[in-house]
């Protein structure tokens, strides 16, 4: 079992849609959750972090942690076609920081 | 603010001929980590630095070999290149104990023939 898992996709939603994207993760000590943006050919990019059980808001990005169902989600609300990237999920465990394989998400216009 | 420095951008390299990718990064960041990235499979992590003078292996170690020179450099050695290590490698650095948003550098596109 890996220890931090995403559906690799692709997810496809229209623009204006609401987008939401799943990540699970094995290390119930994790403290430290993250969801970075990665664009074709570049480095990943932080979007958001989250370290307590409940919903953190930023603008059009909501992350969400049930640390006892070992689950993190990322909602993004009014896709925009700028919005089609990759999105990975990283978790702290145990001092490395590990990352999920990432899930492909298409806005269409 | 450079931030994380890495170089080469690009390497090609023969079967069995070695390299070092070179890392530094500005922040007074403890944590380093270099990970690799090939097609579907997000970011593995190779090894990774929590402080200065420390390494440890991560998911996929075998075939290299890291060295924490001080606060600032963390290098990444193929001492035998393989095709099966042809990848973009990324290294980053993070604050005090993971708990922080980790920074990467730009990449290196490694292609091993």
């Known amino acids: 079992q890996k220890e931090v898992e995403q559906n690799s996709g692709p997810l496809s939603v229209p623009e204006g849609a609401i987008a939401s994207l799943n990540c699970t993760y094995s290390?119930?000590?994790?403290?430290?959750f993250f969801w970075y943006r990665q664009y074709s050919g570049k480095s990943p990019e932080l979007i958001m972090f989250?370290?307590?059980?409940g919903d953190k808001e930023d603008g059009r990005f909501t992350a969400q942690l049930n640390k006892a169902s070992q689950y993190v989600s990322l909602l993004i609300r009014d896709s925009q076609p700028s919005d089609s990237a990759t999105y990975l999920c990283a978790v702290d465990s145990s001092y490395k920081l590990i990352f999920g394989s990432g899930t492909r998400l298409l806005v269409r216009p | 603010n450079a931030g994380v420095t890495q170089t080469p951008k690009f390497q090609v390299l023969k079967t069995g001929q070695s390299m070092t990718l070179q890392c530094a990064q500005d922040?007074?960041?403890?944590?380093m980590y270099w990970y690799r990235q090939d097609p579907g499979m997000g970011l593995r992590l190779i090894y990774y630095s929590a402080s200065e003078g420390t390494t440890d292996k991560g998911e996929v170690p075998n075939g290299y070999n890291v060295s924490r020179l001080n606060k600032r450099e963390f290098s990444l050695r193929l001492e035998s290149a393989a095709p099966s290590q042809t990848s973009v490698y990324f290294c980053?650095?993070?604050?005090?104990?993971?708990?922080?948003?980790?920074?990467f550098g730009q990449g290196t596109r490694l292609t091993v023939v």
């Open positions: 980053a650095s993070t604050g005090t104990g993971g708990n922080t948003e980790a920074f």
């Open positions: 922040m007074n960041h403890n944590s």
């Open positions: 989250i370290y307590s059980n």
């Open positions: 290390d119930r000590g994790s403290q430290s």
